[in-house]
Structures are given as C-alpha cells and as structure tokens.
C-alpha cells in the first residue's frame, strides 16, 4: 500500500517526465537536461528499495510514448544508467554534492551513448556533439535537484 507521502516520487517522476517533453525552443532544446535520469537518480540513492531499475524500465517505457521512439530505447538506457548507480548508490552517497554531479555528468553520457547506440543500430543516424550537451546540463542541475528533493524527502519524512 503506497501511503500518502509516497506520492511524492510518483508525482516528482510524473513532473520529470513533463519537463522532459515540454517544447522548447530549437536552441534551448539542445541543452535540455535528462530530467528524468536526475530524479530517478536521487531517488534511487536515497530510497534504493522503492525506487530501482523496475522504476527506471516503467519510466522509460513513458517517455519512449511520449516522445515517439522505438518501444524500449529509453527504457533500457535508464535500467542501465540506475542499475549503475543502485549496485554502488552506499558509495554515492557518501560523496559530496558536486562529486555526485561529475557522476551524474558519467552516467548522464552513458544514458546517451546507450540509447545513440540503439538508435544507431536501428536506423540510420550518425553521432554529433550535439547529442552530448544535455550531459552539462544534467551536472548543472544536479546540486539544485538533489537539494530540493532532499528537502521535501525530509519535510514529509519519506522512507
């Protein structure tokens, strides 16, 4: 049974997810952080044993509707990426903010080669630099996320 407090996950998923899709303009959208991965990421080093690569699959499989790719792409970008960061999350945790950001910046990478990759092997898209950008994005974002999560994790006693 999911108590009214642990709505807070789905909801701050459910808003990752909008930010991830929200039109942007064609310069900005470059730069779009992998909202997704940044909130999936906090929650899953701070509540490992509610939010986990399950999590991970179900929101990818979300935004590959949302956005129109092949079924999976997404989802196994983000079940790799979380998977990552959960079999090593006691460890993250110990790291200071802007440690976790340069972290984030790796797997955010990661994210993105897996899903090129897939693509790649799919279709028929070649890299750009392009595709890396939101990497510096996500770190930038990082520090700010984690600290507004955190704060509402702790205001409303999540565990």
């Known amino acids: 049974m999911i108590?009214?407090?642990?709505?807070?996950i789905i909801l701050s998923i459910l808003a990752s997810l909008v930010l991830q899709?929200?039109?942007?303009?064609m310069q900005v959208d470059l730069?779009?952080?992998?909202w997704i991965l940044v909130v999936l990421a906090y929650w899953a080093m701070a509540l490992p044993h509610r939010v986990n690569v399950g999590v991970a699959f179900l929101s990818g499989l979300a935004m590959d509707i949302l956005l129109?790719?092949?079924l999976g792409i997404h989802s196994l970008g983000l079940s790799i990426s979380i998977y990552i960061l959960a079999a090593n999350?006691?460890?993250l945790r110990n790291y200071s903010v802007w440690q976790q950001a340069i972290i984030i910046g790796l797997l955010s990478s990661f994210y993105h080669l897996i899903t090129f990759w897939v693509q790649h092997l799919l279709t028929d898209?070649?890299?750009q630099v392009d595709y890396l950008l939101p990497v510096v994005t996500s770190m930038a974002i990082w520090?700010?996320?984690?600290?507004?999560l955190r704060k509402i994790r702790r205001q409303l006693s999540i565990n």
Do not use: C, E
């Open 125 to 127: 898209i070649y890299f």
């Open 143 to 148: 520090p700010w996320v984690f600290w507004m």
């Open 3 to 8: 108590s009214k407090r642990h709505y807070v």
């Open 31 to 34: 730069y779009r952080p992998d």
């Open 21 to 25: 899709i929200m039109p942007l303009p």
């Open 68 to 70: 129109g790719t092949t």
């Open 89 to 91: 999350y006691q460890r």
